[in-house]
């Protein structure tokens, strides 16, 4: 599968849409799943044919998960119970999507109880009021999700070559951003908080250790286009000015993070080198200006097949 072109005008309101949608889903998900640190418990996974939640456990003694298919373009809701329930990807409101998301919840006798407001968007307006018309474009998704598929697999390697505390390669429905991060273990001084509509002990716990965390999102919060993110936190002084090879990539002083565009990975001859470098470079800098104690926190990138040497 080749990394996909996703022009960020072609996918700007099918981006919406779907940041909507995966908001209401990651919402049931959060209300049934006890907390995990750093909220790891309410990322969504790339499948095979888009996005999952993952087994969903509920107090009644059944267990769900939802799949987001980009293929046959539909959500699917599945009990454990054997019930599934679909809900067509399409030109719709915000509104109807949510209304069906419920409707399907009480059709498979799930709870339906949660947060109905968006977290992580400055205007926050309750799912259930967004009655305005979305459009939806299925091949614009369709091609994000083939992005993430080629994003997951290079992600899921630089993770190889870390022994110390790595997160899951998920994906937060809240800013609708892949990542994987990596902490030295050491604690961190308390975050501020401030994130639009997201409660500062949410963002402070997420935050309570040391991170380099690096990510993909397909554009918009201050980057019309797709690209690659690097930061740490707390940020090191030097951090910004670490020298990186790639000529496009840079330190964004607003967002305080370096920046790789998507385009400047699709183009290149290896896209898997240029994306791995990046990620190797900006960690680097985290952990080199951060003076991380890094001994037997590293080790060489996984192979197939083959136990790791100790």
Known sequence: MMWPDIPFEEWEETGNALHMWLQIAGKFRMAQTP??????????YVTARGLTSGLIPSSQGVSYSIDFDFID????????????????LKAQSVADFHSAFLAALADLGAPTQMHGAPNEVADAIPFAQQTTPVAYDAQAAKRFW????????????????YLGKVSPVHLFWGSLDLAVTRFSG??????PGGIPNLPDDVTQEAYSHEVSSAGFWAGGGGIDHAAFYSYAYPTPAGFSDAPLSHPDAYFHSDLGEFILPYDSVRDAQDPDAVLLTFLSETYEAAATTGAWPRDGLECAVGKPGRVRSL
């Open 73 to 88: 373009q539909a959500a699917v809701i599945h009990a454990s119970m054997g019930q599934s329930a679909h809900i067509a």
């Open 186 to 191: 050491r604690p961190a001084p308390m975050h």
């Open 146 to 161: 083939e992005a993430l598929v080629q994003v997951d697999r290079v992600f899921s390697t630089f993770r190889t070559s």
């Open 35 to 44: 907390w995990i640190n750093h909220s790891w418990q309410a990322a969504f």
